[in-house]
């Protein structure tokens, strides 16, 4: 393959699918907080001689769910092979995975560039047992294996080397994660998602380095700007890069060599002949398609032209399920560009500054509603409608009743506030004269001195209204 940019990056995402049991046994997914290792295991998942996998259809649906969320082509057949290698990890020394035939190639995702990254394939497979190493990968003298993961469902999502710097393929992990979460087969409390990156640069001549096991939206970020640089570097010392593949130490910030690069060869895929052929017809394949909802670049279309939304508050909203779910509701009560303003913004920053997440949010969409009411109607100030956002956060209560209990209502009567703006240029004759000269600092001091007048309950708007008229 001819590349013309100076990185070339492809990445694999495994992604954990949420179903109740493993892919071919009935034990289940998720355990207990408290589980012991090896104990939610069975014959199959330990890889005993004689037990037989059975196929899980929901994580097949699942799976389809994905293919047709990113436009791929259906496989009318899955098909299952062992890829075959001798590692603690799989006690049977084989994965069952998807090589020849994958459910679904040549899909795409969009991301905020414009560009269309392809997906090359979608497979199904097995996860691995988990291997712990007490000291870390390097310094551990010895490692322990712990098989309950083993067997969990995963879909495998394979990008063509479509992106050209670590921006580019945090984004594209972003709009995956919407995809997935829209499509209600994740669940970010328990599954897991991690990335296998392969990199090379320019300088290189295009040699490839794979890092594995990245998991999270900045670590990738993080592991492709610091591979990028370390080739960069080794090649500039005089130094050469090699075909290999490389761990990711995400509490050191480095990638460190594992093992020379591996070639599919060297797995000695074969069909599993514990596993019959399914087939995927036409009708299984519009049963699925006909639960799909609506996506996140579906909603930024159509939040755009139903409620003329900003292209970027459109896509901020859509790009979080709760945000899009909450903003809907609030939207069919309240003008959808003050609640989008509201949710996208406020709301938000308020969430990430007391480090709450969706699933830890108390209020909902009848308190966000009631107290963008007050603002719609000018009965409250935005100061005191961001004070109330910031008290909602921590406890939930009564808008309408707290408003009315401390005297929130926002001060309208022109003459009052007409009286606090001549006391306020009175009392501050040389911040007067400054405004009235054009000082635009001079002019925020007053209207901040009677925003303190009128204890943050008089529109910033009209005070400057009102000012700018008596200093003339």
Request: include cysteine; proline fraction near 4%.
């Amino acid at each position: 393959m001819n590349f013309t940019t100076d990185i070339v990056i492809g990445i694999e995402i495994h992604v954990e699918l949420a179903t109740k049991t493993k892919l071919f046994c009935g034990c289940p997914r998720v355990g207990a907080p408290d589980e012991k290792p090896n104990t939610r295991t069975c014959e199959l998942c330990l890889g005993h001689p004689g037990s037989k996998p059975v196929l899980n259809r929901k994580a097949v649906e699942y799976a389809l769910r994905i293919c047709l969320a990113t436009g791929c082509e259906i496989s009318p057949e899955l098909i299952f092979s062992r890829k075959s290698y001798f590692y603690p990890d799989m006690s049977k020394n084989y994965q069952i995975s998807q090589y020849e035939v994958p459910l679904g190639k040549n899909g795409k995702i969009s991301i905020d560039s414009g560009k269309d990254v392809r997906i090359n394939r979608i497979h199904m497979e097995e996860d691995p047992a988990s291997l712990v190493h007490p000291s870390g990968m390097r310094e551990s003298s010895h490692v322990l294996v712990d098989y309950n993961r083993s067997g969990n469902p995963l879909c495998e999502i394979v990008t063509e080397p479509d992106l050209t710097s670590p921006d580019e393929a945090r984004d594209f992990m972003k709009k995956l994660s919407s995809i997935i979460t829209y499509l209600d087969i994740f669940d970010v409390n328990s599954c897991i998602i991690k990335a296998d990156a392969n990199i090379s640069i320019k300088e290189s001549d295009y040699t490839r380095v794979e890092v594995k096991n990245i998991t999270g939206f900045k670590e990738i970020e993080r592991a492709l700007n610091y591979e990028i640089e370390r080739q960069k570097q080794e090649v500039a010392n005089g130094g050469s890069i090699v075909l290999e593949t490389r761990g990711w130490d995400a509490d050191k910030g480095i990638s460190f060599r594992m093992r020379t690069k591996e070639s599919e060869d060297d797995y000695g895929y074969i069909i599993d002949p514990d596993l019959t052929v399914t087939n995927i017809s036409k009708e299984w394949i519009d049963e699925v398609k006909s639960t799909l909802p609506e996506l996140g670049h579906e909603k930024v279309t159509r939040y755009i032209k139903d409620h003329s939304l900003k292209e970027d508050d459109a896509k901020v909203i859509a790009a979080e399920k709760e945000l899009a779910t909450l903003f809907e509701k609030v939207a069919e009560e309240i003008n959808p560009i003050l609640a989008a303003k509201w949710l996208r913004r406020e709301l938000v920053r308020v969430m990430n500054y007391n480090d709450i997440g969706w699933n830890d949010l108390q209020i909902d969409e009848i308190h966000l509603t009631d107290l963008l009411r007050l603002v719609e109607a000018n009965k409250i100030t935005d100061k005191t409608a961001q004070k109330l956002m910031e008290q909602l956060i921590e406890e939930p209560f009564d808008v309408n009743v707290k408003v009315e209990e401390e005297g929130l209502l926002a001060v309208t009567d022109s003459g009052e506030i007409e009286k606090m703006c001549k006391e306020a240029v009175d009392s501050n004759p040389q911040a007067a004269e400054e405004s009235k000269g054009g000082s635009d600092k001079a002019l925020n001091f007053l209207i901040g001195q009677v925003m303190r007048l009128s204890k943050g309950k008089a529109d910033p708007k009209t005070i400057k209204e009102i000012i700018e008229s008596i200093i003339k």
